[in-house]
T-cell receptor, first 110, second 117 residues
Framework: QKEVEQDPGPLSVPEGAIVSLNCTYS??????FMWYRQYSRKGPELLMY??SSGNKEDGRFTAQVDKSSKYISLFIRDSQPSDSATYLC??????????WGAGTKLIIKP | GAVVSQHPSWVICKSGTSVKIECRSL??????MFWYRQFPKQSLMLMAT?????????EQGVEKDKFLINHASLTLSTLTVTSAHPEDSSFYIC?????????????FGPGTRLTVT
């Protein structure tokens, strides 16, 4: 079993929809939870990070961590075609190495 | 700000030859740089962590004699794939953290697509 599981998709939704992207993990020691966005042929860029449990909001993006369920989510409100990308979750316990999900390919249809 | 470049963006080489990939932080000093491999629809795999002026720390299973990493300055790290074979074909991405920054705020380069024929 992988430490971090993420559905590779693709996930296709119409413009304006609310998008929910998720990751599950097995290591209860993880404390830092990150979401990165990667456009085609580009390197990932950090979108949001959360320490421990709870929610964090940044504009149209909300990151949610449920440590009891070992489940993290990224919500995108009012999705735009420019949000089409691959979204990778990453997490860490010791401040040394990020453990990455496989990434979910998101397609926003105009 | 926090721009990382990689060169070349893609390279094709013959089996048995060596290839060097450069990673530069253009507008900041990077005390730590990371090298990853990325396979289609798979996770980023950390290969090694390098700190300026020190030997790189390689992850388990990564051959340090095959993947030579040099972090000669605060703005440049290089990865040399020696005696490349077709199974080394992959997407290689570097990232860097800001001096004094957090380990999880990594700034990534655009990646290098290596094809070994």
């Amino acid at each position: 079993q992988k430490e971090v599981e993420q559905d590779p998709g693709p996930l296709s939704v119409p413009e304006g929809a609310i998008v929910s992207l998720n990751c599950t993990y097995s290591n209860s020691a993880f404390q830092y939870f990150m979401w990165y966005r990667q456009y085609s042929r580009k390197g990932p860029e950090l979108l949001m990070y959360t320490y421990s449990s709870g929610n964090k909001e940044d504009g149209r993006f909300t990151a949610q961590v449920d440590k009891s369920s070992k489940y993290i989510s990224l919500f995108i409100r009012d999705s735009q075609p420019s949000d089409s990308a691959t979204y990778l979750c990453a997490m860490d316990d010791s401040g040394y190495q990020l453990i990455w999900g496989a990434g979910t390919k998101l397609i926003i249809k105009p | 700000g926090a721009v990382v470049s990689q060169h070349p963006s893609w390279v094709i080489c013959k089996s048995g030859t060596s290839v060097k990939i450069e990673c530069r932080s253009l507008d900041f000093q990077a005390t730590t740089m990371f090298w990853y491999r990325q396979f289609p629809k798979q996770s980023l795999m950390l290969m090694a962590t390098s700190n300026e002026g020190s030997k790189a720390t390689y992850e388990q299973g990564v051959e340090k004699d095959k993947f030579l990493i040099n972090h000669a300055s605060l703005t440049l790290s290089t990865l040399t794939v020696t005696s490349a074979h077709p199974e080394d074909s992959s997407f290689y991405i570097c990232s860097a953290t800001l001096a004094g920054g957090t380990f999880y705020e990594q700034y990534f380069g655009p990646g290098t697509r290596l094809t070994v024929t």
